[in-house]
């Protein structure tokens, strides 16, 4: 169940009580893709940042180790020793990204394993079974991630079949939520809005899927070559015509800007690879933007990456030994910076939730991109 504490403007505070716990929105997800977060970061780590939530890749997990063998093993939450709420895609972002190794069609998608190259096909049931193996908290249904400017011709037809899947997709649901050997009953379930940078279609498409009465609606296909502008602007003609009693969730997005531009449209869930992925390249997110830690001038810099930041980098080590152990290839400074940029990630939600509480979000997003524009 989905309830909103408090609105500011189109900003929304809610919560979202599941069964395995209440999460606190807006909320960022942090990306554990094989249910791990890259840069050797465990789930104790995970709750001592502050993360509520968690996210797994449907199509990699039932690549390896195999969703059959995670579901014996008592499903996601038990396999990975994290109790808190897990959100799984469904597999259709590598429709989109694994182009080159896919075919198409209204029955599914065939695929050919970017590991082994072995045939898979995928299609709404299947990832409905998959999910409901892994038995996370909630499901994405399984969608055509169509390129942000592709044709209008063909972003239609993608939508139209979209649609046709999410019927599918919610079919599947209730047989497998119904099943006595299905480890998660109380699995949610997500629908995507999809419509590429056409504003008219994304609008039809959310009224269509609106009236399906999903735990949850998302808005895929962003941030996928397309501008900032053209994104912020596709957002604020779609959620509009999403339910507002329930979660809006924006896949893949994005930067902290990015976020906090969505949240003042409405979004309040959000996932990205970026500060996982940039912590293991030495680049740092912090309140006076971002730095880089290859840097030369922070050779000899005693200074913790930000000051004032509780996170266990800044806690303890200083920019100059994280740079050594990055320049060092020692495993230990990619996990410290990625602690360091989930924790900021996770403490501007905190902020941001408090931000939506006491009617001032549009004062404080100004002056987090103000301070975050200065540079590190």
């Known amino acids: 169940m989905y309830r909103i504490l408090k609105k500011d403007g189109n900003a929304k505070r809610g919560e979202l009580t599941t069964v395995h716990g209440v999460v606190q929105t807006p909320v960022f997800m942090n990306v554990g893709t094989v249910a791990a977060i890259k840069g050797a970061v465990a789930t104790s780590d995970l709750e001592g940042i502050g993360t509520q939530i968690e996210l797994s890749n449907t199509y990699h997990l039932h690549v390896r180790p195999g969703d059959q063998i995670v579901k014996k093993l008592g499903g996601l939450h038990k396999f990975m020793s994290w109790d808190k709420p897990i959100l799984t895609d469904s597999g259709g972002f590598q429709v989109f990204s694994l182009a080159s190794l896919r075919k198409i069609k209204e029955e599914g998608v065939y695929f050919h394993s970017h590991i082994d190259g072995r045939k898979i096909f995928m299609g709404p049931e299947e990832s409905m079974q998959i999910q409901s193996n892994l038995a996370s908290t909630i499901a994405m249904a399984f969608d055509e991630c169509a390129p942000a ?136 997110y912090t309140n006076y933007g971002k730095i880089n830690l290859f840097n030369a001038k922070y050779e000899l810099d005693e200074r913790p990456i930000e000051e004032g930041c509780q996170c266990p980098a800044c806690r303890r080590y200083s920019r100059a030994y994280i740079r050594h152990l990055l320049k060092a290839k020692e495993m230990l400074g990619m996990r410290l910076c990625v602690l360091h940029n989930l924790y900021f990630y996770n403490t501007m939600m905190t902020e941001i939730r408090a931000a939506i509480e006491e009617g001032h979000y549009g004062a404080y997003k100004k002056e987090k991109l103000e301070r975050m524009s200065r540079g590190g």
């Open 149 to 284: 400017l592709a044709e209008r011709d063909y972003v239609e037809r993608s939508v139209a079949r979209t649609t046709r899947w999410l019927g599918r997709c919610k079919a599947e649901m209730r047989r497998l939520n119904n099943l006595p050997d299905t480890i998660n009953r109380e699995q949610l379930l997500f629908g995507i809005n999809q419509g590429a940078i056409f504003a008219d279609i994304r609008i039809e498409h959310a009224k269509e899927i609106a009236e399906m009465d999903l735990d949850g609606y998302a808005i895929g296909g962003l941030a996928v070559g397309e501008t900032h502008e053209e994104m912020y602007h596709i957002i604020e003609e779609t959620v509009p015509y999403l339910p507002e009693d329930k979660p809006t969730y924006l896949m893949g997005v994005g930067t902290p800007a990015n976020i906090l531009e969505a949240v003042e449209r409405g979004v309040d869930f959000f996932d990205c690879v970026y500060p996982s992925r940039n912590g293991r390249h030495g680049h740092l």
